[in-house]
């Protein structure tokens, strides 16, 4: 017990660890899991900021020589570190409930002794064990909430983002709480607490929105004066340093030209270019009718993070103003500002950017707990019998939260990259802009599991970005031989649009799509080409992408193929398996009407020819395993018979 009582914060931990490997991903899931872990296994760069310090600590520990594949090994890691930021939120929040008197209002007001008695009296009515009880409550409660979990499932940025922002909070609270009468110096937990930050920053900007409130903590710690200043330039000289060094990588690694090297960040004006994000502030504050939107998910959504625990939380936020004001409105302040800044960028998978909200809503829980515990208590009620009906709210988390986060039963990404694949011969080059369940996955199976590499794929979006031509090249050496001089035009007219000056956006376009079709032409008679389904449904059905003359697209199998003949086409039998899992979302409902559709064209394409049979193949295909995709009237008799 009193070993229990002694590492709370790590028992926690481990059981939350234990708990998350039975939803643990056994491969890589959607959108940027695929790139990140090849990234990792290879040291390459990821796409911005780089997240130096994730590629960094995820190679060394991909080298572990661990009986999993690569993926599998690299998710294991994200679970160590959502469970350790879980463990480190627990140890916290024990510590804010060791340390009110100095987050009271009231500390060191000589006026008001009686009322310093009477508050020292109610923060001494936890005991220990109690004071531990609440903490690794809320921090169950924060570690089975959806968002929180769901990072520990796969491969992502956030996993790292959590252990270090619950890190450095810790460390915030520790500075904050620290003897301000001792020398300052490189064991001053401010200078410790510079140092996490730095970390921080060097593997997710985001960690900026805990700067208004630590700058709220400071002051009101460290007042404003000389000394105050000086504090905080050695702190900001001690960041800069350190960011500077660890940052380093990114035009160290990418002078080594990686299969994966992303803005090819070898100089200071491209460096600054990727760490700031240059190609998603587009996104970024962008409309008043945007922040409304992801408002309104962000409290919709709030009912299926929280389960059960908002009422929970309005308590608590007053039980926090009354025992705790100052860390009241540090935590106020933090919420607050994750809120506006996540609510003003205008992405469809913001949910990871509210991370810190809920951390904050983490701590509100914790006082909302204790609120409730002592009316419970002074009602008569008995005191396991109440501990026992807080431990609901966890056990609520994690019952409601499991088969949304469940990841284990998740192959579809790997079944669909790899069947891909496997349909088309080899050195076909596929253009394509799947990032979510092909592109992002397709870096893993290439280059580490050294999966059909030498198939060529090239992601449509991506060739407006001049560092991808360097990329492709190193990949896939020859393939921009025929359109360099097009390349080169259009890398001379980007220069100005990258660097925020007058650009000509017609000429920008038009070079665009020469290199486009040019790529499909000259390529057209070495290897064999693809075009994803996505390209066809939107730019060519709007004209915005046209083939080459006469060139045409016949459906594939989940790709189409770029043909100049008008005979027959044959193309692989719908023999692959997907597998997709019981848990829906909307990338495996999208995915599903993907593949679903092609299918269906293809066997459109086997009637033109007066092939019944073959066009059966494809259509009981999609009567059985793409129940939801529209088979047309004409076609519904070929199923029949």
Do not use: C
Not at 51 to 80: E, H
Not at 447 to 463: G, H, Q, T, W
Not at 487 to 499: Q, S
Request: aromatic share 16%; hydrophobic share 45%.
């Amino acid at each position: 017990m009193n070993f229990i009582k002694k590492y709370f914060a790590v028992v926690t931990s481990l059981f939350v660890f234990i708990v998350y490997l039975f939803t643990l991903a056994p491969s890589v899931i959607q959108i940027d899991s695929g790139e990140l872990a090849a990234v990792q296994a290879t040291l390459g760069i990821a796409h911005p900021t780089g997240y130096p310090l994730y590629s960094i600590l995820g190679y060394v520990f991909s080298l572990l020589p661990l009986p999993f594949t690569k993926i599998y090994q690299l998710n294991l890691l994200a679970a160590i570190y959502t469970a350790a930021a879980a463990g480190i939120f627990t140890f916290s929040a024990k510590f804010i409930l060791d340390n009110l008197n100095s987050f009271s209002i009231l500390k060191n007001q000589k006026s008001k002794k009686k009322t310093k008695v009477k508050t020292d009296n109610e923060s001494s009515d936890l005991n220990e064990n109690q004071k531990i009880i609440f903490s690794v409550i809320a921090g169950l409660t924060l570690s089975f909430s959806k968002t929180f979990w769901f990072q520990s499932t796969s491969v992502e940025v956030y996993s790292l983002h959590l252990l270090l922002i619950s890190l450095i909070i810790f460390l915030l609270l520790k500075a904050f709480t620290s003897d301000s009468q001792k020398k300052f110096s490189l064991k001053s937990f401010w200078i410790i607490f510079a140092s996490g930050l730095t970390l921080g920053f060097s593997n997710h900007m985001t960690t900026l929105l805990i700067l208004p409130g630590t700058a709220y903590l400071y002051f009101n710690k460290e007042k404003f004066n000389s000394q105050s200043f000086k504090k905080l330039a050695s702190m900001i000289f001690l960041f800069l340093i350190l960011l500077v060094i660890i940052y380093s990588y990114l035009p160290i690694r990418a002078s080594q030209n990686p299969h994966l090297n992303w803005g090819n960040p070898i100089d200071i004006e491209r460096i600054l270019r990727h760490i700031s994000g240059f190609q998603y502030q587009v996104w970024l504050f962008s409309s008043t009718e945007a922040a409304k939107k992801q408002l309104e998910y962000f409290i919709t959504n709030f009912p299926s993070e929280f389960f059960f625990t908002l009422i929970l939380g309005v308590i608590g936020v007053i039980n926090t103003f009354i025992k705790a004001r100052k860390f009241f409105v540090f935590n106020l302040i933090t919420f607050i500002s994750t809120v506006i800044y996540s609510i003003n960028y205008d992405i469809s998978d913001i949910d990871s950017y509210f991370l810190l909200a809920y951390i904050s809503l983490a701590f509100f829980n914790l006082f909302g707990f204790i609120k409730v515990y002592q009316i419970m208590i002074a009602n008569k009620l008995n005191q396991m019998a109440v501990m026992l009906v807080l431990l609901l709210f966890p056990v609520s988390q994690f019952v409601k939260s499991f088969p949304e986060v469940d990841q284990s039963k998740t192959v579809v990404y790997e079944n669909y990259t790899k069947s891909l694949l496997n349909s088309v011969p080899e050195n076909a080059m596929i253009l394509s802009y799947q990032w979510d369940y092909f592109i992002s996955a397709s870096y893993y199976f290439q280059f580490v599991e050294k999966f059909r590499p030498e198939i060529a794929i090239v992601d449509k979006e991506l060739l407006r970005r001049s560092w991808y031509f360097n990329q492709l090249e190193r990949n896939y050496p020859g393939l921009l031989s025929g359109v360099q001089s097009e390349v080169n035009l259009f890398l001379d007219a980007l220069k100005p649009f990258e660097r925020k000056e007058n650009y000509n956006a017609a000429l920008l376009e038009n070079l665009y799509r020469r290199i486009i079709a040019n790529l499909i032409s000259t390529n057209y008679d070495k290897r064999e080409v693809y075009i994803g389904p996505e390209i066809f449904d939107n730019e060519m059905q709007r004209g915005e992408i046209s083939l080459p003359e006469g060139y045409k697209l016949v459906p594939h199998l989940f790709v189409f193929k770029v043909v100049k003949t008008d005979e027959y086409v044959d193309a692989p039998l719908p023999d692959f398996k997907l597998n997709f899992s019981e848990r829906k979302d909307k990338y495996q409902t999208a995915l599903n009407s993907i593949v679903g559709l092609m299918l269906v064209r293809r066997a459109y394409y086997e009637m033109q020819f007066n092939k019944p049979e073959r066009a059966k193949l494809y259509l009981k295909k999609v009567a059985e395993e793409f129940p939801n995709t529209q088979i047309p009237q004409r076609l519904q008799s070929l199923i029949l018979n």
